[in-house]
């Protein structure tokens, strides 16, 4: 199934991208397709956050995070109701003079059940995630000013 990889330069520190990545309770605030989220566990080194997506179909899923701060966050599923796998990364590294910026890349691998529509699995590969992207750098660089 699809992997992907996109990368966005965010005019923030990777600290203050890292808060963005880690506030989990607010990303229905900017991402509209994310219809719930649930933090089952939180801690300095992961995360258990469960997530309801809808995109054609609702989606439901529930990630293991592994945190690196601020250098990045990888992730394993632990369950859902229609994708087998979906594992992945956000890295963050300093950009720009003193570190000012961050280069942030996203990397996900998917894999969705025989029964999920190759149109949910075209547009979250086409258009959601370089949107979502978008929308994480808009997040960090809003609440900077």
Same mark, same amino acid.
């Given at each position: 199934?699809?992997? #992907?990889?996109?990368?966005? &330069?965010?005019?923030? !520190? ?12 607010? /990303? !229905? ?6 219809? @719930?989220?649930?933090?089952?566990? #939180?801690?300095? $080194?992961? /995360? @258990?956050?469960?997530?309801?997506? =809808? ?11 592994? #945190? $690196?701060?601020?250098? %990045?966050? +990888?992730?394993?599923?632990? @369950?859902?109701? *229609?994708?087998?796998?979906?594992? %992945?990364?956000?890295? *963050?590294?300093? @950009?720009? #003079? ?6 942030? +890349? /996203?990397? &996900?691998?998917?894999? &969705?059940?025989? /029964?999920? !529509? ?8 086409? &258009? ?11 997040? =960090?660089?809003?609440? =900077?000013?």
């Amino acid at each position: 199934m699809p992997n #992907a990889k996109v990368e966005v &330069v965010v005019g923030v !520190p990777p600290e203050r991208f890292w808060d963005v990545l880690t506030d989990f309770e607010h /990303y !229905p605030e900017f991402l509209p397709e994310l219809k @719930e989220i649930t933090v089952h566990a #939180a801690a300095h $080194d992961g /995360y @258990e956050v469960s997530h309801t997506v =809808a995109l054609i179909k609702r989606i439901q899923y529930r990630l293991k995070f592994r #945190a $690196d701060p601020p250098r %990045g966050l +990888t992730w394993e599923l632990v @369950e859902s109701n *229609l994708l087998k796998k979906n594992s %992945g990364a956000w890295t *963050l590294r300093p @950009e720009g #003079a003193a570190g000012q910026s961050t280069r942030a +890349t /996203y990397e &996900v691998d998917l894999e &969705v059940g025989q /029964y999920v !529509p190759k149109a949910i699995v075209t547009k979250l590969i086409t &258009v959601s995630l370089p949107r979502m992207l978008a929308q994480f750098k808009e997040r =960090a660089e809003s609440m =900077a000013r």
